[in-house]
Each structure stands twice: as C-alpha cells, then as structure tokens.
C-alpha cells in the first residue's frame, strides 16, 4: 500500500500576532492509505475546511511537511498541486465556470496538470466520451453539453463539479461539505454519485460533513477534529458499527466539553 | 419635426450623406480598438485602463516608422509588439506587486504619456504624409480604407474566435469566467491575466497604428477616452446582436457585432457633430451614450425586483389588509 497524504506536524496560525490570532492547525498529522475513503466531522471552526486548504494549497503552511503520493507539495501553490487533487467546494458556483459551455468546463478540467497550448479545446473523442460519463450521472446532461453551466441546478452543478475531479483521475479528491448548499434529497443524491464515482475510480478522498449519520455510512474511515488537532481515528469494523450517540460521547470524553452544547454543532 | 429642425439650423442632408463613408472607415477602426478592449472587459472581467495610452503608443510607433522608412505593414507588427509589452507591464504591476487592477492601468496609461512623447521626439504630434509614404490605409480614399478596414477586422476576428477556442484561450476565459475554479483545474491565473491584457493592448495598439495612417498624424492625446469608445463599441454591438440575432449568435458572431457597434457609434458621432455640436462636447456625449447603455439592463432588472417596489408592495397589501 502506497500512502497517497502524508501530513507531517502542520502548524497554521491566522493572522500570528494581533488580537484575531488563530491557530487553526496544530501539530496536526495525518496519513491516508491508497483507496482510503476518509470522512471528517468537527464543530464549527475545528480547523476542517483548514485541512483541506492546507492539502490543496490555497495559502502556505506555517510548518510541517505535505506529500501526496510521493511528491512533497510543501513548497507549491494550489494551481501546481491541481495535477494530483480534485476539489468539490460547499458552494456550488465555486466549482464551475458559470459562462462556458457544459463541455468547456468538462474540457478544462480534463486537461488538468497538463500543458494548455494551441490545440482545439475540445476533440470530437472527448466530447463522445463527455456524453457517456454524462449520462452516467442520471441528470439527463448528456443533451447540454453546450449550455451554459449557469443555467443548471446547485445539484447538477456539484454533480458535474464531481464529474470534473475525476475525469483526470486525482491522487486525492478533496471535498468539503460539498452537499450542505443542497436539499436533503439532492444531498443524497450527490452523495451516492459520490460514493459511485469512488469507488469506480479507485478514488482516494477525504469528506468534510456536519452530517454524523452520512460520516458513519460513508467511507472506510473517520476522523474527529477539534481545535486544530486530530482528536479520533477509526476505521474498518470499529466504524461501521458505530453510532452516533457513541460519536458524541466520544467527543465529549477527549474534548472534555459538554455534551448538550456541541450535540447541536455536530448532529445538525 | 425632423425637417423643421434641420430647416430651422439651416442644415444639409446632403452633408450628412457625404460624411457617412469616412464615418464608418473611422468606425471600423474604432472597432478593431474595441476587439480589444473585449478581451480584457468581456474574457477576463478586467477593466483596463492602459489602452488610453496603448493607442497613442500604436500611433505613435507607427508614424515614427513610417517616417523612417519602413513598411507600413512592418510598421503596425511593431506596434503591435509594443502593446503587447504596455499590457504586460500593467499585468505585472497587478499580478506580481499587488496593485488593484484599475490603478495599475493607469499607472501604465500615465508613464505611456511620457513614452509616447519621447517616442516622437518629444513632439506632441506628429503628421505622415500619404504623397510623401506608403501608408496601408488613408482618408484620401476612403473605399479603399473601408475594404482594408474590413479585411484587417475579418482576419482578427477569425484570429480570436480561433485562439479563444484553443486550451490556452479557453484557460484565459476561465480565469475570467472563475478564477477559483481555474486554479482547482491547474489553470495558473495570474499568467493569464497578464497574456489576456498583452494581446488585448496589442490589437489597441494595432488600431491606434491604423488610426494614425488614416487620419495622418500621431497625437499624444488621440487615445484619450478610447476605453469609453471601445466600451461604447462593446456595448452597442452586443445590444443590437441581441435585439437582432437573440441566442444564435456564436462567439464569432458577437465580435463582429462588436466591430458593428464601433460603427454605429462613430455615425452617431458623425450625426451629432453634423448637428453642430460643439466637437469639444464629444467626449462629454460619449460618456452620456455609454453611461446610459451600462445602465439600462441594470435598471430593467431593478424595475421588475427593487427594495422600493417590495417596500410599496408591502405598504400597499397592509393599507388593504387595514381596510378588510
Ligand atoms: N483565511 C482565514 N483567515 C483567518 N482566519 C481563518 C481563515 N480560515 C479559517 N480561519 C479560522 O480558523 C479556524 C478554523 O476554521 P475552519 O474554516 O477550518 O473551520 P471548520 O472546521 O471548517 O468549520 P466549519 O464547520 O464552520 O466549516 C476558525 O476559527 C476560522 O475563523
Ligand atoms: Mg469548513
């Protein structure tokens, strides 16, 4: 098994040394196995959407190493590491551009990592190729391929978003609280095409959710965050018999805080 | 009406009639300026102000050349080279030293003044004459000038509708379109808004090139307010492809409505100032026509949903509901 990230003592404060000092990672390790499909929950301002920032560069860390399968991408910005991650983002504008075309937007991200040169953006192959991975998807997208992804649906749009991350297969799909902008049967949805393109791919991902039930059903694996630490890590059997009453009290035993206060934070 | 007002200011149809060709010659021109100005105000979302000076440069460059002997066509490429470098340098300012977009424009507009100048000798204006110089375009003959015009904006039209068709440009329309999501795709953006403001100061450049054969002389000032015309071209030609063509027009097809808006405004110019306007109010009127153009679909959109129709709405159900 090759490990596909490997966080080594991650440190990131914001903002160090005025009075909105934050320190949103601390000493934080974490290292996923190939395939590994990792779900993430944590109260408000645990430091998730920080994790995964930190994984897709969006700013350098403070300290501490990054290495998705094989290459240290410490020293890279986000648009370096794109070859290797996939991202889903919470708000489903963020993922698309809302002015080109369906098969545009799929076409850039089929060429993610690679050269951009002054070949035609789209072959008749690949457009082929859009309308079957399209149509998989059930959405009945495989007929727009040329509208403007602008006109469809915050569903539609997460579902492409999804599409697009794994057309150039990912080392690592990253996705943070991807479905909470949708409504609860979209949600499903979303995540069942989730888990399908998963485990189709052979996709090794890490999901942010406030959803504990969707935490425990998904995946192979979870973590609980807290103040910036890693505060729970389970896998295999030991998860998928888990509760979430088992979740809570487990968070009230490390995190020594009330339970009454955080139920409402983490159950939603 | 009509006629009571032209009878009444004692003017000339017939003049009018006259000065529509050389209208739509400068038009066209106007036009290609505009092409330009799209790359950055419609691709990239990007209002760029260095293409007031990028078109004087053009002139400038080219009538230097052109006096020194050079080949017209020759003349204009290197013209072209030295807005591709304005546009970069406005790119770099923003992308690399953190200045907010408008200002680094004018920074390069500004320092464009002073090398506008020193490119002419220190001259403010400078004339070629078509006797003396071969010149690829001029008002001494203006079919001629309209058939060039309209080859030169042919070919750049198939030029970019081709290049934004190409992963690269496509990448500049992303950058434009979302630059989060371009980054997420390994689109590195800041590369792109520097190429996307290159090219687009290249073809102002290559107008203001143009220009200068056409009417004669470089001027330090003539590309003042050319980002308001080129808006003004952008504009026009988008509402009229739309209240024409609606959806079917494809990204080809709106350049071209783009160039068309660059004639329409320059006729209306050429109506106004048959009016008697004093030239003096142009740039005043200008300003008007394009201020109006921006503002319409916003305020279509606020008549049919605003704070202040809601609010009355409100006022309103409530004085009924008091009446039950
Ligand atoms: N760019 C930033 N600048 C300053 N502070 C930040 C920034 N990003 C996050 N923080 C702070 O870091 C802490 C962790 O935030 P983070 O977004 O990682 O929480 P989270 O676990 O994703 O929470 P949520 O469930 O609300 O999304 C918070 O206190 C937040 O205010
Ligand atoms: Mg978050």
Known sequence: MTDMLVLKNIHKTFNPGTINEKKALINLNLVMEEGDFLTVIGGNGAGKSTMLNAVAGVWPVDEGSITIAGTDVTGLPDYKRASLIGRVFQDPMTGTAASMQLEENLALASRRGKKRGLAWQISKEEREHYREELKTLDLGLEDRLTAKVGLLSGGQRQAVTLLMASLQKPKLLLLDEHTAALDPKTAKKVLDLTEKIVSRNNLTAMMVTHNMRDAIAYGNRLIMMYEGQIIFDIRGEEKKNLTVEELLRKFEDVSGEEFADEKSLLSK | ?324
């Not at chain 2, 072209?80 to 770099?92: K, Q």
């Not at chain 2, 003396?132 to 198939?158: C, E, F, H, M, Y």
């Open chain 2, 1 to 324: 009406m009509g006629t009571i007002i032209l009878q009444a200011s004692g003017l000339n149809i017939g003049n009018l009639f006259g000065s529509f060709p050389a209208g739509i010659a400068q038009g066209i021109i106007w036009g290609i300026m505009a092409l330009g100005l799209y790359i950055t105000f419609r691709l990239l979302d990007f209002a760029d102000l260095t293409v007031d000076g990028t078109f004087s440069t053009g002139g400038a460059v080219t009538v230097m050349l052109l006096l020194a002997g050079w080949n017209p066509w020759l003349a204009m490429l290197v013209a072209v080279g030295a807005g591709l470098i304005s546009g970069c340098i406005t790119g770099l300012l923003h992308t690399r030293l953190g200045i907010p977009a408008i200002l680094s424009g004018i920074l390069t507009q500004l320092s464009l003044y002073s090398i506008n100048l020193a490119i002419m000798d220190m001259k403010a204006n400078t004339a070629v004459s078509a006797s003396k110089t071969t010149l690829a375009i001029t008002s001494r003959s203006i079919p001629s000038a309209i058939l060039t015009g309209v080859i030169i904006a042919a070919v750049l039209i198939a030029a970019m509708y081709w290049y934004f068709g190409t992963e690269q440009g496509s990448a500049i329309r992303a950058t434009g379109s979302n630059p989060e999501m371009s980054k997420a795709q390994g689109i590195d953006i800041n590369r792109m808004k520097v190429l996307g403001l290159a090219l687009s100061n290249g073809l102002v450049a290559l107008s203001g090139g143009i220009m200068a054969q056409f009417q004669g002389f470089a001027d330090v000032g003539m590309g003042r307010g050319a980002i308001v015309i080129g808006l003004a071209a952008v504009i026009i030609g988008e509402v009229l492809g739309d209240a024409l063509l609606a959806k079917k027009l494809n990204f080809a097809g709106r350049l071209a409505f783009v160039v068309i808006g660059g004639i329409v405004y320059y006729l209306v110019i050429v109506i106004v100032l048959w009016m008697k306007l004093n030239p003096n109010l142009l740039k005043l009127f200008t300003s008007i026509i394009v201020a109006v153009f921006l503002a319409v679909p916003y305020l279509r959109a606020e008549s049919k949903a605003s704070f202040k129709k809601a609010g009355r709405n409100a006022v309103r159900r409530q004085k009924e509901a008091d009446h039950d």
